[in-house]
């Protein structure tokens, strides 16, 4: 099943999202089928989206997922047996997989996995021994994926009523490289066809094989995890210590909350500029900073602005998605260069650095060259790599006046030929009414996605916009914008009741969260009267924001000290914490920013931007908590889980990291493929950490009624409601009280 909607079906998001419970299989589709089930994807370095590990364990109570979890996922002791089968499954997944870091391809890969490890198999002394009998047993192994998936356990003389717990079992002891093929074969859809199929039946058909080569009595594997499931993992313990972090949060944040009830319905004055940031946890206190600075307005939608496209980059020609993996993008958005000449140039400086870079990695990659390449370039490379360890500023500002000369940079204009002035117009009232913000509009709207910028960090991806499936969030941001300004949208716009102002003008902008500079995008501006100020105050905000980060890492100085700080903490590519992320996270608050803007939520808190009373029908608020909550939740969970056991869920030391085909990090130079967060995104220390785990708590402010209704109709928050996933607490305005929902789904009066 493709996992990935059209953004006009948003309604079915529940029936997508929501886990069916594993029944018995009653053939060995039907087992390979469980045996999936319980897997959550992990997606490549290109474009990291936090994911909650024990997804495929939703279905079921947290408790009882956090124990199933540990037994499945937590065992440090396999078969020595099961050890071996790893090793050699863990070679086949490095070279297959392979997404152009080997030198010497495997060949056959645009066969599929199946085929291509059949034909290679039987010349695998490490399979067979060199041994006639077991080479022609794999050369006679069925073309059909699940032919040879029966034939193994067949071999292995697996009952039929183990199957699905012995093929469950062949992933979970191995369940980062599962995890990659779960989002390989589930979650690829808005990318380009990949050149080298592979689906879930082939992986399993080859962990079999392995199997019957390495262990023929592998059927005792399902024994041993019966066995092993009466070890004491001290889940209690563990829960026991989230619920307390829970109570010692949420009571304070919703007592503050309660306390600024009068004013959630108060119209905000008249601001110079309104910003649109997006409701990423590290938006809420630069948001605070910038309304410190002056008369702005800020507001909190998710990242991608509602628009489901894909963007095709000017320079390189390469496209992406940039929208949530919920979503599958529905047009296609080339971005151009302001000017023909500057288009050229910049083409043809990026064709000289990709030049230079394939000559520089074919030698260095070639078995002799090296050898030659250590004497012509040792010294310079050397030089460059002092410079890099002990002058990193000046290291960075030289890469970059180097790429500048070499590549210069243009700003860009998105092309909206592919989405007709109908859809223009509907994206953008949807937009807006989502957020609240149809009427006194300011001079000034900023739409402001948000990136990142580190040195030397495979983790870079997860540092960007997981709206926009790990991508930087101006593309969408400057989308949006050219609609918003476009004189013929704004008449369709007021036939809806949505009127701007024409002196109102909407311009794009990108939050660098590690440095806390927002860069904006002139380009089909206007005019320029009134950007110095806003330039002015988004300093101001940088450097106090900076201040208040600096003191997170450990470092308190002056605002203008702690600026250079986060700027030399972006450019240090020995840094192994560039900047927090999402770490802390534990709220979810969807509401007017009069109710949080007068509280230091201190960057926990995912700020989604919502006024009830523009919202009848709920139809705005049952996107909200369907898709962006849902989203939160993985984040959430993401973090959750890395803090509790950071080997068997998050990514290990960035220490001792090693990139594997482009795709993905092991621990060493063949491990599991890890499936979440390094070591230092979530301890400050080897032994301290730094992220608080904690289930998300949702606040809504709005009815119950409403809310009821929207919870009654949707089973994904039933699933995350009902099993303790989340907990979702109301701020009625209708009677100034604070409820919690039970998992029976009544509303309990917070305490």
Request: proline share 5%; aromatic share 8%.
């Amino acid at each position: 099943m493709q996992n990935q909607i059209a953004l006009t079906d948003i309604e079915m998001l529940p029936v997508v999202l929501a886990a069916a419970p594993v029944t018995p299989a009653v053939n060995i589709h039907d087992a390979v089928e469980a045996a999936w089930k319980r897997m959550a994807p992990f997606w490549p370095l290109k474009n990291l989206i936090a994911v909650n590990p024990l997804q495929g364990f939703e279905d079921l109570p947290f408790e009882t997922a956090l124990a199933e979890g540990a037994h499945y996922f937590q065992q440090t002791e396999l078969p020595e047996p099961m050890l071996a089968i790893n090793r050699e499954t863990i070679k086949w997944c490095q070279a297959f997989l392979d997404d152009g870091q080997a030198t010497l391809p495997m060949p056959g890969r645009h066969m599929g996995l199946w085929a291509a490890w059949c034909k290679l198999a039987p010349y695998d002394d490490r399979l067979t021994g060199g041994t006639k009998q077991k080479q022609a047993w794999l050369g006679s192994l069925p073309n059909e994926p699940f032919n040879g998936i029966a034939a193994c356990l067949a071999k292995l003389n697996i009952k039929a009523s183990e199957q699905a717990d012995f093929l469950t079992l062949l992933l979970t002891t191995l369940p980062g490289w599962a995890a990659h093929l779960k989002y390989r074969t589930e979650w690829t859809g808005a990318e380009p066809t990949h050149a080298n199929p592979v689906s879930k039946e082939e992986y399993l058909a080859m962990r079999l094989a392995i199997a019957c080569m390495m262990w023929p009595e592998a059927q005792g594997l399902v024994d041993w995890h019966k066995a092993a499931k009466l070890a004491d993992f001290g889940t209690d313990s563990i829960l026991a210590k989230i619920e307390k972090n829970e109570v010692g949060y949420r009571k304070p944040l919703l007592k503050a909350l309660a306390t600024q009830q009068s004013k959630a319905t108060k119209a905000q004055a008249s601001a110079d500029a309104q910003w649109v940031f997006c409701i990423d946890v590290r938006s809420e206190p630069f948001r605070r900073a910038l309304e410190a600075t002056g008369h702005h307005q800020t507001l909190g939608f998710a990242g991608f602005f509602g628009l489901p496209i894909r963007v095709q980059d000017p320079i390189t020609g390469e496209s992406y998605a940039s929208c949530p993996v919920l979503l599958a993008p529905q047009h296609d958005v080339a971005e151009h260069c302001c000017s023909g000449p500057e288009a050229i140039s910049a083409k043809e400086g990026f064709r000289r650095v990709s030049a230079i870079k394939k000559v520089y990695q074919s030698v260095k990659f070639t078995f002799t060259a090296p050898f030659a390449l250590v004497e012509t370039m040792g010294l310079p490379l050397g030089i460059w790599m002092g410079l890099r360890s002990l002058l990193p500023s000046l290291a960075s500002r030289l890469q970059t006046q180097t790429q500048d000369l070499l590549a210069p940079k243009t700003e860009v204009v998105p092309d909206l030929a592919n989405i007709t002035l109908e859809q223009q117009a509907a994206y953008a009232q949807g937009a807006l009414r989502m957020m609240g913000l149809t009427s006194g509009f300011a001079p000034w709207v900023v739409l402001c996605g948000h990136g990142s910028s580190t040195q030397n960090n495979a983790f870079a991806t997860a540092l960007d916009c997981g709206a926009c499936g790990g991508q930087h969030g101006a593309s969408n941001a400057r989308a949006l914008v050219t609609m918003l300004n476009a004189p013929a949208v704004r008449e369709l716009l007021a036939e809806k009741g949505i009127h701007i102002p024409t002196q109102t003008q909407f311009i794009a902008g990108e939050h660098n969260t590690t440095t806390d500079a927002v860069e904006l995008y002139e380009a089909k501006v206007s005019t320029t009267q009134g950007l110095a100020e806003l330039k002015k105050d988004l300093e101001q905000a940088r450097l106090a924001n900076s201040q208040v980060r600096a003191l997170t890492m450990g470092v308190n100085t002056s605002k203008t000290e702690a600026g250079a700080h986060v700027g030399l903490r972006s450019a240090d590519w020995a840094q192994v914490r560039p900047e927090w992320g999402l770490a802390r996270n534990a709220a979810f608050v969807v509401a007017p920013r009069t109710l949080t803007a007068d509280i230091n939520l201190e960057g926990r808190s995912f700020l989604h931007s919502y006024d009830w009373q523009q919202d009848s029908t709920g139809s705005s608020l049952t996107v909200i908590l369907t898709a962006p909550m849902v989203v939160a939740h993985w984040i959430n969970s993401q973090y959750l889980f890395s803090t509790l056991d950071n080997t068997a869920y998050g990514g290990g030391s960035k220490v001792t990291n090693n990139i594997t085909g482009k795709i993905g990090i092991m621990q060493g130079n063949a491990s599991d493929l890890m499936h979440g967060l390094p070591l230092q995104s979530v301890y400050a220390t080897d032994s301290m950490a730094y992220h608080e785990p904690q289930r998300l708590m949702t606040v809504v402010y709005a009815p119950r009624t409403l809310v009821s209704g929207i919870v009654e109709q949707q089973a994904v928050l039933q699933k995350l409601f009902g099993n303790g996933w989340v907990t979702l607490a109301c701020i009625d305005p209708t009677d100034e009280k604070t409820y919690i929902l039970s998992r029976s789904y009544t509303w309990e009066i917070a305490s």
